[in-house]
């Protein structure tokens, strides 16, 4: 007969398993953001099923795992417009994105302002309190 707590360790086990697989996934799309990764590819990588993958990485990370993707793609984005060196069209295909349109959609609702006008507005800088300057007596 097998010892009662055997169970909840395999079980233990299995979930640092698969957290640790899922930081694979993770992993893989913050260096691989501007290649052509897909949920299906990404799950294959870690020997899981896709629909597995979706539901354990947004148990995991809030998120599915296309939506982190793309979160991915626009942060580099945003600074890729900043830096100005390249046009709207450039950075989408730079960042691994295959359509302007959608780019500019997720860009927009994830920035809050289109990637257009977001090339031309600098980062936020904080502001700082003058300095305090004791006052002359004369």
Do not use: K
């Not at 007969?1 to 640092?16: E, I, K, Y």
């Not at 990370?61 to 945003?78: C, K, T, V």
């Not at 700082?128 to 007596?137: F, K």
């Amino acid at each position: 007969m097998c010892h009662p707590s055997w169970g909840r360790a395999r079980t233990a086990a299995q979930r640092l398993s698969d957290l640790a697989r899922l930081r694979r996934v993770r992993d893989r799309i913050d260096r691989e953001y501007a290649r052509p990764l897909n949920v299906e590819a990404l799950a294959r990588g870690v020997d899981m099923a896709a629909g597995q993958l979706g539901r354990q990485f947004r148990l995991a990370y809030g998120e599915s795992p296309y939506s982190y993707l793309m979160r991915r793609r626009i942060e580099r984005a945003a600074a890729l417009l900043r830096r100005g060196d390249l046009d709207v069209t450039e950075v989408c295909f730079a960042v691994g994105c295959s359509s302007p349109g959608i780019f500019s959609t997720r860009f927009t609702e994830l920035v809050g302002r289109p990637p257009c006008v977001a090339r031309h507005v600098p980062e936020p800088v904080r502001i700082r309190e003058a300095p305090v300057t004791e006052p002359q007596l004369a």
